[in-house]
Each structure stands twice: as C-alpha cells, then as structure tokens.
C-alpha cells in the first residue's frame, strides 16, 4: 500500500513537473499579440489617408499633396519635356510605361503586386507612404485613438527626398533639404514649434528562452497526453 502511495506521489510529482515546465514554456509568449510575428504596415494609398488628413484643424495634407508636385509626378511624364527627355535616355514607347522612368514618378511602380492596394495607381504620381512609409498599422491605431509610434511610420528625412532628387533624374536641379521641404509643408497648424523627435519603436518583449512555438497546433494533445502515461 505504502508503495503505491509513493509512486503514485512519484507519478504526481513528474506529472507536476512536467505540467509545470509546459506552462512554462507556453508562458514564454504569454499574450498572443507578442506571440505571432510582428504585425507588418501595409500600403493603403493616399486615398486612404485622404479621411483623417484633409481637415482644416489637421492641416490638409491631402489636399496640400494633391495640388502639389508629387501627385502630378506622373501626369509629368506625358509632356513634350517628359517625351524628349526619355528619348535621349533611349526610352522606347512611353515614358509612362517606362520603369527607368517610372521609379521617381510613381509609388506603385517601386511596389510588388501583392503589396499595391486597391486605392493605389500608377496616376497618383508619388504618394505620401513613399515619404512616411507603409500606412495600415498607423491607420488602425490612429482609428483607435492610440499613438502614432511604433505604426510602421517611418521618419522623413533629407535621405528620402534624395533617393530621387538627385543626379539619376534628367532634369536635377541642386537640391535643397530646407527649401525643398519648404515648398510642399503640410505640417499640422497648431504644431508648428512643437517639435518631436521620430518615433522609437517599441522594442518586442523578447524572453530569454527562444520557443518559437509554431502557431496553436499540438498544444491541446500535449496537455491531456502530458500526465496520462
Ligand atoms: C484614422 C485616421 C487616420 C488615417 C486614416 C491616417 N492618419 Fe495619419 N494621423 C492621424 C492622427 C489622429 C495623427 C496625429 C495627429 C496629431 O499629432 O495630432 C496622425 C499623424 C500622422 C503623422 C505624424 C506622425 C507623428 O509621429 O507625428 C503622419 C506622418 C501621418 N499621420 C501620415 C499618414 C499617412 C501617410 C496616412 C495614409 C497612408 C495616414 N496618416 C492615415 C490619423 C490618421
Ligand atoms: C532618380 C529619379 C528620377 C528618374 C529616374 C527620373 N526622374 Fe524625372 N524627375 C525627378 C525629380 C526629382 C524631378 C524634379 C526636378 C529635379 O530633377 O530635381 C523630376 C522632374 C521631371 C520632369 C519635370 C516635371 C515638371 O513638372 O517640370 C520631367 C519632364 C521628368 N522628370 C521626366 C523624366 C523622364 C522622361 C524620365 C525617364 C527617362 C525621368 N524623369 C526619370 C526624378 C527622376
Ligand atoms: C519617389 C521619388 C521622390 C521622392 C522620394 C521625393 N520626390 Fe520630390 N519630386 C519627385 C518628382 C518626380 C518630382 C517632379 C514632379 C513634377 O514636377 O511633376 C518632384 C518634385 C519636387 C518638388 C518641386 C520641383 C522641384 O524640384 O523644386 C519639390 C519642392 C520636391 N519634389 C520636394 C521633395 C522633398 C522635400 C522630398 C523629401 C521629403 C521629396 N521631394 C521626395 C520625386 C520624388
Ligand atoms: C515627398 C515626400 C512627402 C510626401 C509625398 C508626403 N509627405 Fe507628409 N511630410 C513630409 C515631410 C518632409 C514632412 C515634415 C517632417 C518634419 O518636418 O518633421 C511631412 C509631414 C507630414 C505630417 C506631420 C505634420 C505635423 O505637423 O507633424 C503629416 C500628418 C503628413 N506629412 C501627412 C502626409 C500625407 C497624408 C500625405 C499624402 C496625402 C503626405 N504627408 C505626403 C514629406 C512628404
């Protein structure tokens, strides 16, 4: 009798044991936002941030970008400027339809299929996620009233205009960071001043162990075949 106890507190003891270090390893990735990989900021197309930012008290950003060069920088490409420029590059057919040319002119032309939206077109030129970086985190949060960092929003700095603005492009003119930024401002009226410093993502809480536990499957199997044997 005395035996059975002890192995059945044996059993219970291992059973305990290896009860405990699966909740371990399952409290590795305590909540499922930090589990799954980083969500990803997707394209949404400046149609998309047209709702939020066209508003007086915003500052109109659409409306700003729309009436500016960006928008148009890929209407630009069917002028008779566009159409000589590109035959001296040895463009054949339209510059429009030309990807040497169409890299600086257009957003959607830079992007995969997969990641071009519905509301995103060749026509709309350079949009503002070429310059502030992928928008759907930062809509969904901004649609939950939450902050703006850590959305996938990227800082715009000299660098970014540079990509295009420089020696490549057949038409370059010397460019000047605080002129040129100057020239197409849609900062918010009432934060002119009120300078932040970028956006400092939030670093993913990492645990010491590494479980990479694959997404849901074998977990239930385990906890009831864990402690029937
Ligand atoms: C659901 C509403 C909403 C949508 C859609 C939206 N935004 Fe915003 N966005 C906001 C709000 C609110 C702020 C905060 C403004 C403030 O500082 O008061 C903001 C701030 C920003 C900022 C400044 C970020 C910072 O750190 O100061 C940028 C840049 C921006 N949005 C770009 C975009 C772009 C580009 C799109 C489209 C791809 C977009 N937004 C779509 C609501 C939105
Ligand atoms: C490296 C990026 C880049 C490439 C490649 C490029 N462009 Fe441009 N393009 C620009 C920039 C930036 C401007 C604004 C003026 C400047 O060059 O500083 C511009 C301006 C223009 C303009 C003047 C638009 C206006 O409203 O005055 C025309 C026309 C033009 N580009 C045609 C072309 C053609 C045609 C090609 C292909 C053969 C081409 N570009 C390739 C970046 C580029
Ligand atoms: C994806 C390429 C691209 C990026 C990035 C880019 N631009 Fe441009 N930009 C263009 C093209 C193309 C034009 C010409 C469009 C037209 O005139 O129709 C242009 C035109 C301009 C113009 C008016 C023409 C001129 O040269 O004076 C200004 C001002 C300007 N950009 C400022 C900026 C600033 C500031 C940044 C960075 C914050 C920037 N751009 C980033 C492609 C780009
Ligand atoms: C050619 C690059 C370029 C494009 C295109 C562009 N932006 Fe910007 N945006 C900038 C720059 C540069 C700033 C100023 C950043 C700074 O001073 O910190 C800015 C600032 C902003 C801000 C912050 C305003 C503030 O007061 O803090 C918002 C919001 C914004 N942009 C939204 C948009 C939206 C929405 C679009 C498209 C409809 C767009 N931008 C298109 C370059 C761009």
Same mark, same amino acid.
């Not at 044996?10 to 909740?23: I, P, Q, S």
């Given at each position: 009798?005395?035996?059975?106890?002890?192995?059945?507190?044996?059993?219970?003891?291992?059973?305990?044991?290896?009860?405990?270090?699966?909740?371990?390893?399952?409290?590795?990735?305590?909540?499922?936002?930090?589990?799954?990989?980083?969500?990803?900021?997707?394209?949404?197309?400046?149609?998309?941030?047209?709702?939020?930012?066209?508003?007086?008290?915003?500052?109109?950003?659409?409306?700003?970008?729309?009436?500016?060069?960006?928008?148009?920088?890929?209407?630009?490409?069917?002028? #008779?400027? *566009?159409? !000589?420029? =590109?035959?001296? +590059?040895?463009? @054949?057919?339209?510059?429009?339809? &030309?990807?040497?040319?169409?890299?600086?002119?257009?957003?959607?032309?830079?992007?995969?299929?997969?990641?071009?939206?519905?509301?995103?077109?060749?026509?709309?030129?350079?949009?503002?996620?070429?310059?502030?970086?992928?928008?759907?985190?930062?809509?969904?949060?901004?649609?939950?009233?939450?902050?703006?960092?850590?959305?996938?929003?990227?800082?715009?700095?000299?660098?970014?205009?540079?990509?295009?603005?420089?020696?490549?492009?057949?038409?370059?003119?010397?460019? #000047?960071? *605080?002129? !040129?930024? =100057?020239?197409? +401002?849609?900062? @918010?009226?009432?934060?002119?001043? &009120?300078?932040?410093?970028?956006?400092?993502?939030?670093?993913?809480?990492?645990?010491?162990?590494?479980?990479?536990?694959?997404?849901?499957?074998?977990?239930?199997?385990?906890?009831?075949?864990?402690?029937?044997?």
């Amino acid at each position: 009798m005395k035996r059975i106890t002890a192995v059945t507190v044996g059993l219970l003891v291992v059973c305990l044991g290896l009860a405990y270090c699966w909740a371990q390893s399952e409290g590795d990735t305590p909540d499922k936002a930090t589990k799954k990989e980083e969500p990803k900021a997707e394209y949404i197309g400046a149609a998309s941030c047209k709702m939020c930012h066209n508003t007086t008290k915003m500052g109109k950003q659409y409306k700003v970008w729309s009436e500016g060069p960006h928008a148009k920088a890929f209407a630009a490409l069917a002028s #008779e400027e *566009a159409l !000589a420029l =590109a035959k001296k +590059a040895g463009v @054949k057919g339209s510059p429009q339809e &030309a990807a040497q040319c169409l890299k600086c002119h257009s957003t959607a032309a830079g992007l995969t299929k997969a990641e071009i939206p519905k509301k995103m077109k060749l026509e709309n030129g350079v949009e503002c996620e070429t310059c502030h970086g992928p928008g759907s985190l930062h809509k969904k949060m901004m649609a939950k009233k939450k902050g703006a960092e850590g959305t996938g929003l990227v800082a715009t700095t000299e660098k970014t205009c540079v990509g295009c603005h420089n020696e490549e492009s057949p038409t370059y003119k010397k460019f #000047e960071y *605080a002129k !040129a930024t =100057a020239a197409i +401002a849609h900062l @918010k009226p009432a934060k002119a001043g &009120a300078e932040k410093t970028g956006s400092e993502a939030k670093p993913k809480e990492t645990s010491g162990k590494e479980t990479t536990t694959e997404k849901g499957n074998g977990d239930t199997e385990e906890k009831s075949g864990s402690c029937s044997h």
